[in-house]
């Protein structure tokens, strides 16, 4: 099912939300363009550079850098 409402929220062209194979949870994918994502970048300076590593990655989006890998 896709939602306008959420897409808007999160700044997205478009949301598709799904339930996983095995009923455990559900899978949002949020598509978005390349100025949506631009602008999403845009003040992120010096701190995460177009290039990052997994350290700077994982903190950016505050998740364990394993998870980021997985």
Same mark, same amino acid.
């Given at each position: 099912?896709?939602?306008?409402?959420?897409?808007?929220?999160?700044?997205?062209?478009?949301?598709?939300? $799904?339930?996983?194979?095995? %009923?455990? *949870?559900?899978?949002?994918?949020?598509? +978005? &363009?390349?100025?949506q994502? $631009?602008?999403?970048?845009? %003040?992120? *300076?010096?701190?995460?550079?177009e290039? +990052? &590593?997994?350290?700077?990655?994982?903190?950016?989006?505050?998740?364990?850098?394993?998870?980021?890998?997985?």
């Amino acid at each position: 099912m896709t939602d306008p409402a959420i897409a808007r929220l999160l700044g997205a062209s478009e949301v598709i939300i $799904r339930q996983t194979s095995d %009923d455990d *949870g559900i899978i949002i994918q949020a598509l +978005m &363009t390349h100025r949506q994502v $631009r602008d999403v970048f845009v %003040d992120t *300076g010096d701190k995460y550079p177009e290039i +990052m &590593t997994y350290k700077q990655a994982a903190e950016m989006v505050q998740v364990a850098e394993f998870t980021l890998k997985g």
